[in-house]
């Protein structure tokens, strides 16, 4: 009941948004009560200062400055706030509308001074599921935005190597700074994906062994599920990093772009797995239509065998409880216990029979 | 029967329009009794005229002025009518036979002075079914004409935003216009496929769950129907859009392009989803055969148990019914009682066994 | 035995073929016992001659005039008479090979003078077998041959719009012409399709109800190798008016590749709803397998329910039916009515049973 | 057994040629026992000298002169000879290696003063299996020269032709003489597919008519194997004569160019007939599935009829052999002729019941 | 159980890299045990110079000689030390991190001074279970650098080869040297799919002959996985050699492209086959159903032939067992000897019904 009331909102949400004038704000999201929250990083590769902005106002004095910026942005319910963030970086009403318009697809917008990507950040919540969070990300000459839904992401890695000044992104410029944040999202996939092949295996192994559940398709159809919402948001990406890589924009350094090519890779190589997992994903449940389909055949030689030995012998049997005045058998001394010969050797016979037939181990 | 001969009669309305000199318009829709009905919208920045034209020579007042125009025609039937609008506006012969001809495919015809595009409205009736309705639009100078089979369209919010200057759209060329009206009619999407989608979920529910009814088949095969259906209406227009946003013509101006894409990407979003819930609905499929195997599976256990259980038993009892002159253990004072006893204990370990080979629970 | 022979003869026709010096002239067609027939139309906007030319060698005095001229060949088997008219009109060895070998593909072969394309003309016969008739068509500067297998096409409201000067056929060139001719072959698809839509509707509609005859697979096998048939005569067709549409040759003038472009997307609609037949085709397959599933399903069912009543309380009576010397119940005086009671019992608990099992309604 | 060790050996063979230098000549068929064979026409328009060349130095003679040569080689064992003659006509070591390798893909290899391309001739043997046997060609200014497994070819017509100088062949250059060649080659797979296509229609018939043997999976099976066989010798041939065709190399002349473009389109036919046989060999499976589970349909519909009726009757007659004390029904004078009529009336009710069911014809 | 730890591991592993910092060396191969091994040939077309370095600095040495070098690097756990190799050759920090990750796609990157290409070897173990190795390649002007995860390799021809001036090998430069390198690679492919196909044939024919095992289904299933994993680990590399062959770099000279494009075509052989094997697998699947539902047919009929028979016989039997007090049969004199001539009647009809439904041989 409580889900098809959910289920009921999320389409409310969807018309809501329907004959709105383009560029109106409208959060679409399921996490309307996080908080907003606006954390900044502002380096050189000497100095490095991080903040937490309570005033929207003072994001404006990164914009142009030479050193590096990345803000960061979680809580996209507060649609009035991204519209005041939006309007000081000159931001194009569609982007905010895309924003906190989290069913976006993936995607890359070329505008003439930044670039704007939509991509999906999975991680598995405390029930084993996955969870599918929007990040947007804008790169602009001096740089970087991003915005979440809610607080937490794989970004820690990140935060660290530019407080303790780690490899090289102190020494980069903003493009470098998205291609870490795109490469922690991507590095991140794998593991979700792995744990996929893991329930694959698992199911498998669990299929191969013959003891499997019986209410092992719908797990099997949950996972062709998941596969399915994974694919959804990994594929696109491709696409959108191919772009940058092909070095369409200024924006990217020439120095940058065998990064961004490293990246492509890692997400061809992702695509691939997802690709056999779906593969093996139907062959699972080919094997267990074979399964039943075994089973069945079990099922059926025990019901043969049984019926087919005793059957006869209770006919015999029958026919010797007959009451007819003159049978010439019952009157002989030993006639029951040739009858029982007879219906020994019948017995043998078939079990004989059965086993040739390979119906009896 | 009545469906029979419905059918006869547009197969008959086909035929009508086989050999016709090209050029020639034969309206092949099902609402030919709706009303014509010839509505305006005038504007500029600053004003709006918003009028019910009755006399059909007036729209040529429209046609080389400064303001934007938007004339809207309902109710096709009328061919006379829409050849008359045609003329005046200069529109080529096999335009005006595509406007009434609403088996048409979306498309886009590129003329020197103006656009024709062919799309599909979508919408559900009262019973529930999908209705497909073909809307054309044609785009000049200064103004977009739009052709619809009959009165009602998703146009409602766009006429408002045009009487209370909501956005940017009074302030904008008739190619922001065309873009207005497309918009509402891809949005309009996504609430059709979600309810798809909340049907499938529905069907995959009952069938995880076990409770199917049987004719559940039935129902699959219908939603699978619709979805080809929406497909075909939606996914040639991706291709329309693409090729307005690659800028081809000199109506469509570089500014609006950016919303153009935008379309672009929501239309991008519809069809992935389409072709999701497709595939899911071809698991449903194999869910169902696997329900029905399963089930199959369950009642072949109960008749091996009932029959391997008492057909030995019975053939037991069958062999102490006869009559033989000499069954010595028919004498035994207990013999009955000794008989019982071997009886429980063949259907003790029968039932041991099936418990054991996991058939019974 | 007769069908049989038939195969062996057409093979044999292949082969007769293989080996030939090319540009023989083999006629591969079913139709030896027609006539040889030569209409001409020859026309400007004014004037119009129509004849039936009985010297092949008249058919040179049309070919360097200013008017357009149609001359319309029936019956292949002469091929040498097609070879005197291939080499009045210049036309290239392999083309006049084409035209007589009616197992040709649908192409477009482009020459200097001419362009060359084949066609298939779809229709049904008295038995509602689709047939598949070949079409050649020869377009020059000022005029069209075309050569078909037999006499009866879907050129008469052609021939009437010539006689008539309907349209603007009179006014334009032959590339107009071809466009005409072309379209009536196009046009008719639709029938075509129409047709087989209806079947698979039929076929569906007997599925769904649960009344199918057991052979419907037959049937359904039937329709896919039609809609197969089909598909491969149509589709290429697409290519070539595609080719044609580029205005890829200066025979065809700017402004009748609007006209193409019509032919075109007609052709990419008739394309699009084959394939939607073939999808549907290849679930009514599905639909069936569910059927005879389901189906089994019931007949185990009664044969359950049947077994799992009756078999236990025949165990029964064969108890009692022993012939110990001791069985205290058959002393009791209503031993016998209690156990009534008790078969009665159980044969309500099992109705009962299988009530909630859902297996009886 | 055999079987076996014929497998092994082949895989022997492969390893033998793993780590090889690359260019050296192994010879992997299996015709090993053939004889080297040397077959030259030498010919212009006027003249044409046949012979069997002995010595093959001879070769030689040929290279340069302003005749048209076909050299003919037969038998690959023997690969010194070839290696020879490859040496006498500069062939690259690769080009030689490929020609005795019978393993080979068709491709084309285009070198600067000859092109080398390889196909497949395929035949059926006396036993029906169809046999694919490796063909090289290279073509040279003024000579081809070929490279067989063994004797007997499809080049029979050619022969004659080139003797008797039919049609265009002895006034053309060797890239004519090509086409010839490769033309034969390809008429010879319509047999080789129309005999597929009759098999085809014979399983069809077999299952439509119901009568199919139970063992005829294996032929459907083996009839997909051979189209794949074939599909494989088959399509790379297209790209290799669509090549050949764009006019990439100076030794085609642009007369000849519209002949190759013939056989491109003879192979599309034929590959459209190979695609579409593949499916309709899925189909065949599809059918076989259906009839066996309606088999299984019929099976079990005995078996459910028959139970259902004299299990009941069983009982009860079991029932009256009771040996209660006090069984009033048995006292009775017309007691058992009461139960007769009792379970005649059963027996026919159910008969009844199971035509309504149609379970009965 | 053991099992279960090693996956988890690998997941481990995973996500100790995630987060890195882009350019870090971890190992994530399983060979974790080997050692490290350096392996030298410095050859010029007159000397061959063969050692094995101890010393890591050694290595600069072979940088910048006119000689040829090839450097063979086995071990690639001891990260610590390729990144000193990779600093001497100036290597990107990228190529490094992609050389000891084995988890690697198989691609090409292509550096200004050098070319990096990731290829998998494929080899049987001892288990007959199929290894993928990974192996990296780095071409530079006058050297090649391999890396491997352990001993033992598919190069040993190579190095006789080298050692004993076999071919063209020794006269050539790096760019021929890497040739021959992975034209051994791929022509290893060879043998691996030929066990494939060989397994492949063997399964079939044991579903051909009938005598398939039950558990047959999981072996299809496990052949099925190991031709995915081949398939993955052989087709990227196609496109890798389609850009050398392209002559993408300056590296590659055009003597040795014609050597590459032979690699290609044995790669697109290769890849072909594992196509045609995978389509085959699939048919088994199709097979093994079919195979299991004629088994169920068969057991099917003999449980119907058995009960169909003695089931109304039984009955019979039951009949005269009644205990009616008048039953006029029983008083027969011959009465017994007349029934059991009508269960024979009875008994000989229903195996003649039988047999001519041909449900018995």
């Given at each position: 009941m409580v889900r098809k009331s959910a289920k009921k909102k999320r389409t409310e949400e969807y018309k809501k948004h329907i004959g709105q004038v383009p560029g109106t704000l409208v959060y679409t999201g399921k996490k309307s009560d996080k908080d907003f929250h606006l954390e900044c990083f502002d380096y050189t590769k000497e100095n490095i200062e991080e903040s937490i902005l309570l005033n929207i106002e003072d994001v404006i004095n990164y914009k142009d400055t030479d050193s590096v910026t990345w803000i960061n942005v979680d809580g996209l319910k507060h649609t009035d706030k991204i519209e005041a963030i939006g309007k000081q970086y000159d931001l194009h009403p569609l982007v905010l509308e895309d924003i906190v318009n989290t069913t976006q697809r993936p995607k890359i917008d070329i505008y003439d001074d930044y670039l704007f990507v939509v991509l999906k950040m999975l991680y598995y919540d405390d029930k084993e599921n996955i969870v599918i969070e929007q990040v947007c990300l804008v790169l602009g000459k001096n740089y970087v935005l991003t915005f979440q839904e809610s607080e937490g992401d794989v970004f820690g890695h990140i935060r660290d190597r530019l407080r303790y000044a780690n490899g090289r992104i102190r020494g980069l410029k903003s493009d470098y700074l998205m291609y870490a944040l795109i490469d922690a999202v991507v590095d991140n996939y794998f593991s979700i994906i792995e744990t996929l092949g893991n329930k694959i295996e698992d199911l498998e192994t669990e299929l191969f062994t013959g003891n499997a559940r019986e209410d092992i398709n719908v797990e099997v159809q949950q996972l062709k599920r998941e596969i399915l919402k994974v694919r959804r948001a990994i594929f696109p990406l491709r696409e959108i990093i191919s772009r940058i890589e092909k070095g369409?924009?200024?924006?990217?350094?020439?120095?940058?772009?065998?990064?961004?090519?490293?990246?492509?890779?890692h997400l061809i190589q992702v695509s691939e797995n997802i690709d056999i997992y779906r593969e093996m994903i139907w062959s699972l449940m080919d094997m267990y239509m074979t399964t039943i389909s075994n089973k069945m055949n079990e099922v059926m030689k025990v019901l043969t065998i049984m019926s087919s030995i005793f059957i006869p012998l209770t006919f015999l049997a029958g026919l010797y409880g007959m009451n007819f005045k003159y049978i010439p058998e019952l009157e002989y001394r030993y006639g029951y216990f040739v009858l029982l010969g007879v219906m020994l050797l019948m017995f043998v016979g078939l079990l004989f029979y059965f086993k040739r037939k390979k119906w009896l181990r």
């Open positions: 369409e924009h200024r924006l990217i350094y020439k120095r940058t772009i065998t990064y961004y090519r490293d990246v492509y890779d």
